[in-house]
């Protein structure tokens, strides 16, 4: 499954959302806590897998999540206990851009 921009993905291990702002990195894998993100339209809430131990550093509502290429952007709509990853590797927080002086 290639995520489209707009379009909202849940984990099925915890509570964590979000919403792709950008996607190019084609059917890359994509998950939360060790386990596949899937449509919101495509998860009926119910079906609970098994939190990885290794990747529960957690997602803080309203930070955007990137990948180190620049080929994925997230919006996290919903936190939870999962950490975000793409393939092997983790999803970093996406830092502020610094405002211009105003002196």
Do not use: F, I, N
Request: aromatic content about 2%.
């Amino acid at each position: 499954m290639e995520p489209k921009v707009g379009s909202t993905l849940v984990s099925t291990v915890d509570d964590t959302a979000v919403v792709v702002v950008r996607w190019s990195a084609g059917a890359a894998p994509l998950t939360c806590g060790g386990a596949p993100m899937v449509g919101k339209d495509d998860h009926d809430g119910s079906a609970r897998g098994t939190l990885d131990p290794d990747q529960a550093s957690g997602t803080v509502l309203g930070k955007r999540y990137v990948a180190a290429d620049g080929s994925v952007e997230l919006l996290c709509t919903k936190a939870g206990q999962g950490s975000l990853a793409l393939g092997d590797a983790a999803l970093a927080v996406k830092a502020a851009k610094p405002l211009p002086a105003s002196d």
